[in-house]
């Protein structure tokens, strides 16, 4: 993949294809990009359970799938990944992990290779977009609405294209046109404020 244009458009198309998830590693920046660089699509897969006071809920969660429609399981997170600690995002990263799976064959490696980056550099759009995510909705992000959601990863991805474009030495014309991409049209702005 590492072409500046074709991982903007993979973040687009997320976006505004509602499989773009903070918090999600098969659904954040990294992991869209790298499902789509393994040939993977999103699938969804709902899942049901009680809150502390007693009421049931349904989620909706992002997973990778097959071309058989079979989930995948995300590998690359074991190699790095961030969680919000007392309202700060922390990253954990472990090179060891992907050493070895360079050395044992399996698919950590292949999934962060497959996108052309290389590691630091997929660490540090992931880090750029949970950190800018978390920054814009606050450090409880369960109880935001979905235009606020939406504004969070919007800002975490105009992160993500300024690494990018640090990455792929482009000029600073060429980043803010990359972002405007990501306007949403008016219809579609519509449809996210009708509640």
């Known amino acids: 993949m590492r072409d ?3 991982t903007v458009n993979v973040l687009v198309n997320a976006f505004f294809k509602g499989d773009l998830q903070a918090g999600t590693c098969s659904a954040c920046a990294v992991g869209n990009i790298v499902a789509e660089s393994m040939g993977y699509t999103m ?3 709902y899942k049901s359970g009680l809150t502390l006071n007693g009421q049931i809920f349904t989620r909706r969660f992002p997973v990778w799938e097959n071309n058989d429609g079979v989930e ?3 590998n690359w997170r074991s190699a790095f990944c961030s969680a919000a600690v007392e309202g700060h995002i922390v990253q954990i990263l472990d090179p060891t992990a992907y050493l070895n799976s360079i050395r044992n064959d399996s698919n950590l490696h292949k999934e962060i290779d497959s996108t052309g980056y290389t590691f630091l550099e997929l660490s540090r ?3 750029a977009f949970e950190s800018v995510y978390i920054d814009t909705v606050g450090y409880n992000n369960k109880k935001v609405t979905e235009q606020q959601r939406m504004e969070g990863e919007l800002a975490g991805l105009m992160a ?4 990018l474009a640090y990455i792929h030495g482009v000029d600073l014309s060429t980043t803010n046109n990359a972002k405007d991409r990501f306007k949403m049209p008016v219809d579609v702005k519509e449809l996210v404020e009708v509640e």
């Open 43 to 45: 699938g969804h897969r």
């Open 4 to 6: 500046f244009n074709h």
């Open 160 to 163: 993500v294209v300024d690494i």
């Open 72 to 74: 995948i399981r995300t």
């Open 125 to 127: 759009m992931e880090k």
